[in-house]
DNA sequence: ATAAATCATGCAATATCGTGCAGAGTCAAG
DNA sequence: CTTGACTCTGCACGATATTGCATGATTTAT
């Protein structure tokens, strides 16, 4: 059997069974599991799947909705927040993209600064209630999963904003892949805020480093600043400490 | 069972039941309970979950603005919602103005029901998340005071819907002046709302009865629906019925 | 206060992992 | 045909991760 075959048939049988046991693998196809984990390897660097001991599972797992996320690593996120809201001045026009990480940064920006605040996330725009800082609500159809607006009302009032600082959300970092989202109508006005924007830079929490969703966003190096946590094991963000322009830890 | 996938299943039962037991844990798994207790604590030091005696709980989800606004909301406004909602039908377009009230009306309606709602308020639709219903977000400066969009885009938003209700937030009624509210920009959006939408419904406690605030919404006589308490003073409400179109008390 | 349940810790057995190395096969240039 | 570069594979070995058990401490319930 051809090792592109084999491969092929490790990435079917994820998608079916949604998980792979590497030791199954090796008897099933007859061969030692160093070959199994060299294949698994090789195509987690691919992006086609995330290496966890004792076998793989899918790059986006199903499971976390909304509320699970709000549950996830707050201290990670309070940190992360607090660094990206000293990069924001006063004057600026910043546009905050949805997700619970973001609505740490929001919580974190001082309440009394003279921002303009630009968002499509109805979720984060609620935040803002006690701030002083001018909000431009960005409307259309909302996307229920991330619980933002989508589709072309949002993109013309997107275009009429010049952002000195889009805080990007994304689901998924990736050394070769970039950044990147479930959702082909998110990925597009995430784009589009970036593309009119004078600097893009987005928050990650470690469990995002490795993985690829489906809807590309942007590449590394066009991302000005990358905050992470310092708790990162250095192995895993080393393959980005190459091509990022910034990394600031928090 | 790969391990990680074995996390992912607490974290999805933590969020389903609200709780872990460690040992129910340990035989569903067929593990020993310290593999579980293992899980838990290191779940617990990423932040994914609160480690109690036993078991453990989800991490309290902070969102101290949205959860205030919870508490204000009295058992009047919550019989007002339930009343309003009943005059909602599946396949509908309804649109839903800013408030706490109105806040109660959408914990009230279906969650499951097939509608389109739209709102310029981004409370109203951080509340939608969990809704069926296809969400319309209006954009456009926020005014902070009520939390809606206002200005010349939420007003060209406003212009493609054909509501079939309109469930109005207003700060005064009187029986001459009719409704009003305290923003002038605020005002003329409820205005063009109402004048797009098939009927207008207003929810109302009894402290705005009588008062009136300086800009002018509509007469009374243009509203639908006006929906009351049926503890007021019979002496207070007089006034209102005879011009109002339908009167219903919750 | 006492018993039962739950917990943290250390330890040992097992499983899994990464890496280096060597043999077998493939392919193209000489 | 031969040679050398290359890839794929299996094996060895030390490192790391996971798990169950024993022990004693701590917490909870009665």
Redesign the pocket.
Known sequence: ????Q?RALISARLANDGQI???EL?REF????????????DMAAAGLLK?????ALPVTPPLPDLESRQTMSTDVKKRLGRKAAELVRAGQLIFIDGGTTNAELVRALPRDMALTIATHSPVIAALLEKHRAEVILIGGRLYKHSMVSTGAAALAAIGMLRPDIFFLGATAIHPTHGLSTGDYEEAAIKRAIAARSAETVTLLTEEKFGAVSPHHIAGIEEIAGLIIPASMAPETSAPYRQKAVRIIEA
């Open positions: 059997m051809l090792t592109s084999r046991v590497a030791g090796a007859d061969l030692s599991e160093d070959t199994i984990r060299r294949d698994l390897r290496r966890v001991h004792g076998g």
